[in-house]
C-alpha cells in the first residue's frame, strides 16, 4: 500500500511512502486489541477505593435490645450493615488492576490496530515539520488544512518535540505522541491518525 506525503499546508509533496504489509496489511487479531486495549485501561485505574465493613467504623458494640420478644429481626449492635451508618457488607478493598500480557500479544495487538486503520483509509502521512514556538493556532491551522478539523486526531512523531506537543494540549480530541510510545489504545481511539514520515519507518522496525 502506497500513501502520498502532505505537507502541514494540506498539499500533496508528490512524495510517496510504501507501507510494509507485515505492519499495516495483516490480517487482525480483534482478540489480541481486545486484551492489550482491557490491560491498558486495567493500569490506569488507582484501586484505591475503599468502603469500611462493621469491624471498622466508629460505634458501640453494647446489644442494642434484646433478643427475643421485640417482634422485629434480632441486632447485635449499632454496626450492623442493616443499620444507616452501619458497616458496608463485602464492600470494596484496594486491590492492584493490572495483569500481565505477554509482549508477543501486544505486538500482535498493535498491528492489528494499524491495519484496521489503513484498511479503513484513516492514515495520513506528513512530511517532517517542526514549530519555531508553541502554537496552538498553528496547529488548528494544520488540521484545518487536512479537513480533519474537530475530528478525533493522533498525531505520531518520530521523536518528542515540545512545541508540537504544547501546540496541541488544549485541543479536544487531539492527541500527540511518539513512534516508541505508541499503543493500541490510543490506535483505536483516534478517528484519523497523522504520522510524520520518520515515525512510519520507526513503526515498521519496532513491528516488524
Known amino acids: 500500500m502506497e ?13 510517496k511512502v ?6 499495516f496489511g495483516a490480517e487482525p487479531n480483534d482478540h489480541a486489541i481486545y486484551l492489550d ?4 485501561l486495567a493500569n490506569q485505574r488507582q484501586g484505591t477505593h475503599k468502603a469500611k465493613e462493621r469491624g471498622e467504623i ?13 417482634g422485629t429481626a ?12 452501619g458497616g458496608r457488607v463485602f464492600g470494596p478493598e484496594p486491590r492492584d488492576y493490572s495483569f500481565k500480557l505477554n509482549k508477543k500479544v501486544k505486538r500482535v495487538a498493535r498491528v492489528s490496530a494499524l491495519s484496521h486503520m489503513a484498511k479503513s483509509k484513516n492514515i495520513t502521512v506528513l512530511e517532517d515539520f517542526n514549530f519555531d514556538a508553541p502554537k496552538t493556532k498553528q496547529y488548528l491551522d494544520m488540521l484545518k488544512n ?10 505520531v512523531l518520530n521523536e518528542a518535540n515540545q512545541n508540537i ?11 500527540v505522541t511518539t513512534a516508541a510510545n505508541l499503543n493500541t489504545y490510543q490506535i483505536m481511539n483516534a478517528g484519523n491518525i497523522l504520522m510524520v514520515e520518520s515515525s512510519v519507518k520507526e513503526i ?5
Open 18 to 23: 510504501k507501507l510494509n504489509k507485515k505492519v
Open 146 to 155: 487536512l479537513n480533519m478539523k474537530g475530528q478525533k486526531t493522533l498525531l
Open 58 to 70: 466508629t460505634g458501640s458494640t453494647r446489644k442494642i435490645k434484646k433478643q427475643k420478644g421485640t
Open 3 to 15: 500513501l502520498a506525503v502532505y505537507n502541514i499546508s494540506g498539499k500533496e509533496t508528490g512524495k
Open 37 to 40: 486495549v482491557k490491560q491498558y
Open 165 to 175: 506537543y504544547l501546540s496541541a494540549r488544549n485541543l479536544e480530541r487531539t492527541n
Open 74 to 85: 434480632r441486632a447485635g449492635s449499632i454496626k450492623n450493615p442493616l443499620f444507616r451508618s
Open 204 to 208: 515498521e522496525n519496532t513491528l516488524s
